[in-house]
Structure formats: C-alpha cells, structure tokens
C-alpha cells in the first residue's frame, strides 16, 4: 500500500529531526548528531527486530533509510534554529509515523505468534522507545517516562483497537485505519490539552538501596 | 521441580518492586514506572538470551510474567511509601531470586557449550544486570558498580560452586541446592555486615580523554 | 595472519585499560571496573554481532578475551594513578586496535551481503561504540558525540578507503594496509593537533518537548 510506504519515509525523517534537534541542545558535533537522530529514528524498530529475532534488521534492509538520516544530520547542523521554531507543525507528522510504527510493530509480533498482551507491548516500544533510546544517549530520564503529554498510552490504546478489530474479523485496512485514527487523535489531544498521567509519588531520602 | 516455579515467580515480582521503588524515586508516571519495573525484571535474562541467541526471550515465551509486572506497576502508585518501608522484608527473597536466575542462566549457557568462565559471566549478568538497566534509564550510576553490600560477587561465587559440584558429577539437584544457598547466605551476610568492594582510587582531574 | 591476531589482542587490552580508567573516575568497585573495561573492550563488537545476528558472539566464541579482561580489571586497582600517567603511551595502540575493529566490523558485514554504506557504519559501530556504551554506564554524554578529536571520522574514512580498494579488486591485504594506515594516520594526527568537528549549536531554553 504506497500511502504506508510514504508515512514510513516522513516517520523516519521527523524522527531524525527529533533527534538532530536533541543532540543539539548537548552541544553534539556532527558525529553524536547522526547517532542520537539513528537511534531514535531506527531504536524501537531495532529492539522489536533483536526481540523477535527478525532478520536483517529493519535498517540493514533498507539501507536508504539511514542514508536519509545520515543526509538530514549532515545538512540540518545551520538551520538547527530554524528547525526547533517549525517543531509545532511536526506534531502531526509525528503522531502519525510512531502510530504506524505501532502497529506495525504489533502486526510482526502477533505474525511471530506472540501473545496479544506482549505484541502489544512490542509495538509500544516499535513506535515510541527510539526517543528513549535518544534520552539515554543523551544523559537524561527519558521524557517518555516522567509526566508530559501522553505518547505510549496512546499507542497502546491504538494497539488494542487494532488488535480488536482483528479479532471481529474486520478487514485489514479497516483495522490498521481505525488503529491510526485512535493513535493520532489521543495523541493530538493529549498535547493539545496537556492530558498526562500523575506522577508516582517520589520516595523521600535518596537513592532506594539496592535491597 | 515445583518449587523453583515458585522461586522463579517470586523473583519477578521482587524485581518489578525494587523498579517501582526505583522509578518513583524519578517522580515518572504508571508508564515509566512499568518500563522500569520491566528492565529491572527481566533485562538480565533479555541480554543472556540475545547473547546465547535464544529464542523465543524469557518474557516472550512466558507473557503471564511481563502481565505480572504490568499489573504490579497499575496497582502500586498509590502505596509506594508503604512499599518502601517494608522493603528490607524482600531482602531474603531478592537474594534467592537473584540466585536462581544466576544459576539459571548459568546452565543456559553451558547447555549452548560455552566456556565455564563465560557461563558464569552470563549468570551473574542474567542475576544482576536487570538492576543496571533500571539504573541506566534512571539516569543514575549503577549502584552495582559502585562500593555497596556485594552482590555480583555472591552470584559469581555461587555459580562458580555451582559448576565445581556439576563437575564432579553430584546430582543437578544438589548442585543447584548448594550454588542457591552459597548466594543466598553471602548476599545476606555482606547486606548484614555491609561488606564492600574497595573503591578503584578515583583519578583526579576530570574523564579521561578518549586517549 | 598472525600480526592481525597480535593487534587483536592489543586492541582488547588497551580498551579494557581505557575502561577501567573510566570507572576509575567514577569510584567504582573492582566489579564496575570490570563491567566497563567489558563494556568498551567488547561493547562495539557485541552490537555488530546482534545486528548481524552473528553466532556465537566474539566473546563466547574467544573465551580468553573476557579472561584477560578480567585479569586487568583484577590487577590494575592500586595501579591506577601511574596507568593513568601513561595513557599518552596508549595513543598509538588504541588508533590500531579501533582502525581493526573497523575494518573487521566492515569485512564481516559486506559478507552478510549488507549495503556498503551500512557495513562501513557497522564497522565505525564496531571500532568506537565499546567507548559510548563505557561512558553511557557511568553517566556521561558519550564523548565519541561531542567535539573531541576525531575519532569516528577516522573510522567512517578508513572504512571507505578499504572497500574502495577491495571495489578496484586489490588483494584484500593490501586494502587492509591501507584501510589501517589512513585511520591511524588520521586519528593521531587529529589528537595532535587537536581536530575536532564544530559543535551543532545548541538550542537555548530547556529540553525540546517530546514533540
């Protein structure tokens, strides 16, 4: 289906920019630019492909999506600036590839013959852990962890409505369009109107020891 | 053997504790919390198997376990205070799940004929490494790596009697009985009497160069 | 070829004595000392195995490797003030051991028949990413990533000079030489006088949100 091959492209290259736009602010050269954007650009699809023993990986077989990412990384470092001001318009875009990652992660592991809780859980982390990948690189807690806009509970929402419709037997296309729809949408509210979820109360006085 | 069911059952549930303590020390939200609650679980066994290349992973093959976890990581928000002061009672249960899983990945290995030093590496990688990755994405030093009550030290002690007992034929059941009870009473001890590693002497004057 | 066996080893030696400069300066136990000194002696060439789904991986299959590793973690503990003076000795066997680990982390993904551009990121992956891994468990911003003096663009060119020679059908030899050479080359030069790729400017005011 050509529109799915065109939202994987624009997933990619909005992934990358995230990416470029968070090893700037670390002051990264050229070298860490390109590793932060490949990591949260290729790192959910890279840990479902490890987890279910997919091969080649996602990237290794299809070479010009690094490629893509090599060039953004290369040619974004002037217009860094720039590109943070357009973030805004990058919502959309961005909700709609981690929503595809989603579900496609969820449709490889319910293939492998997973059971639906971890197909599930492996089409969260396809679509959203690139970006906690690019935290960790970065030296912070991911940002998909501590309370901001909702991104994962989308894509698990979205996952299940997927999932569902596949259990009526509903068409394919029908299913991957109402998963899409659900993901975007929450998600599009959720930062819109700042829905996030509570914090879990910190526990006071250090570090728990290790048991 | 039903009982190490039971042990195998009681160290997820331990660990996925010890995430959520660790998680609600961040202030992160129920996906944060079950992200590390996950890691800490099961991030050891995850790395033995995609070393020795072992398919399907721990948490694929058995989905009750991560149900488990995510059903601890919803329902404990609201007590973690009470968690945390009763967390010295999981002492004793920690260390027997650490040992098992240690001398479970330790015959893992050997079964995939590897050197007896590299089976014991990824025992105690299998036992303690899900504490690392709870500690990476926590943004902290791991506390495994830094002077506290020994820990890796007991899992690699008790793989190491482990294999010597196997080595000399003894029934697998004693082997493991005693590899069990080597980890289980140095862990206890060293928590006890805060036995520690030395402190590598800290070079002063900032990071090394990359050389 | 028995010289490329011998800066094999050196190249695992001068890493792991890398590491436990790194964990030195963190104040880590003889067990983090170890982790790291693992980390970035084996850290590249692990991911390189994953992603290729290489068996057994490097170190499983080369069991003294981890041994020796583990010698030199064991050791160095009341030395590490007099390594740490020497380390500007170590310039020159660390270029060779990561201009090595590139080339081979290339050979081996041109055989699993991987496009060009990815078996030369394969190959910087594995020559430079044991030094990341190091740096991200003792909670630093990889300074593979920030303006320091090239490194990974060594690797990236070397590579490139050694499929180009292979691309003409030179013997593999003589690709390897000169694969070898330019790396070192370029990697001591750029330590002597201090090269460095420019910093993509950093973008003012806070983290960017998730999007």
Not at 51 to 78: A, E, K
Request: charged share 10%; glycine share 10%; net charge neutral.
């Amino acid at each position: 289906m050509t529109y799915l091959v065109i939202i994987e492209y624009m997933a990619v290259i909005v992934a990358a920019i995230y990416g470029v736009l968070l090893a700037a602010r670390k002051g990264m050269d050229i070298m860490g630019v390109f590793a932060v954007a490949f990591a949260v650009a290729f790192g959910g699809g890279t840990l479902r492909d490890l987890f279910l023993d997919r091969t080649p990986l996602f990237w290794i077989g299809n070479p010009h999506y690094p490629m893509i990412v090599f060039g953004i990384s290369l040619l974004s470092g002037p217009f860094v600036h720039h590109i943070a001001r357009i973030r805004p318009l990058l919502l959309l875009p961005d909700a709609l590839g981690m929503a595809l990652f989603t579900l496609i992660g969820t449709a490889y592991a319910m293939e492998s013959g997973t059971h639906p809780f971890v197909a599930v859980m492996l089409g969260v982390i396809t679509g959203t852990f690139g970006g906690v990948l690019g935290d960790v690189i970065c030296n912070e807690v991911p940002s998909l962890f501590v309370p901001s806009p909702l991104n994962a509970t989308c894509a698990f929402t979205g996952a299940w409505v997927y999932l569902g419709m596949q259990h009526f037997a509903l068409p394919e296309r029908y299913a991957l369009l109402a998963g899409l729809s659900v993901i975007v949408a929450f998600r599009v509210a959720a930062v819109r109107w700042n829905w996030t979820l509570p914090a879990v109360r910190e526990v006071r006085g250090g570090k728990p020891p290790s048991i």
